[in-house]
């Protein structure tokens, strides 16, 4: 069975804190990616990447980093965290088999962060 | 632009059939998927279309317009366990597998 785990279900953190979210998945996907999900405003993209050491900005990368040493792995970066970032985050993830393949993305349960 | 478009909320009666409309905006097209995300919980892939026309899958079927910029989802003989929220998203053709999703619309199955 398909597998994407993230490191914690809930978070609370301080303003101006680093705060680092893990994501692992156990499917060997080259894509991942993380989005927040806000009431009204659905997902959103924040970052993903097709490889190794690859990363692209989303539609809203500002405040966050990404990094991904290893295939398995992309963890998200909130390098001083604001009370503008408390969302929910999801990380997910996917293969690049071609166009006539679904290639859907599976997402992992989610971080409900807050920052207070 | 990119913009997908879908409405906030619906609501249908047990057994009954119920059609989610999606248009979009985007930069460029390289498939259009629909998940279901129950409150509280992870989305959940259910319909993936790339070319014109519908893909039926069980209860759910989804339709595509390329040309129109149009999707819809629809759900035959509504169960309780329906009630969710149902995502339209499309892959865009530039950036590698970047993915636009729409705010999603809330769909309630009452008895």
């Known amino acids: 069975d398909v597998k994407v785990t993230q490191s914690s279900r809930y978070l609370v953190k301080r303003t101006g804190e680093k705060v680092f979210l893990e994501c692992v998945q156990d499917m060997d996907h080259e894509n991942m990616f993380w989005y927040r999900q806000d009431p009204g405003l659905g997902l959103r993209l924040i970052y993903f990447s097709y490889d190794v050491k690859m990363k692209e900005k989303g539609d809203i990368p500002e405040g966050y980093s990404v990094s991904r040493e290893k295939k398995e792995r992309f963890s998200l970066i909130l390098e001083s965290a604001s009370t503008n970032q408390t969302s929910m985050y999801l990380c997910a993830s996917a293969s690049s088999l071609g166009v006539v393949t679904s290639d859907e993305q599976y997402f992992g349960p989610g971080t409900r962060l807050t920052v207070t | 632009g990119q913009n997908i478009d879908q409405p906030t909320e619906m609501t249908a009666t047990e057994g009954a059939i119920v059609q989610i409309n999606c248009t979009y905006q985007t930069s460029g097209f390289n498939g259009l998927f629909w998940y279901q995300q129950h409150a509280g919980e992870a989305p959940t892939f259910l319909s993936y279309?790339?070319?014109?026309g519908l893909e039926e899958k069980g209860r759910f079927s989804s339709f595509l317009s390329r040309s129109k910029g149009y999707s819809y989802l629809l759900l035959k003989e509504l169960q309780m366990k329906d009630s969710a929220s149902y995502l339209c998203a499309v892959r865009e053709s530039t950036g590698g597998f970047k993915t636009i999703f729409g705010a999603g619309t809330r769909l309630f199955v009452k008895a």
């Open positions: 279309n790339v070319l014109d």
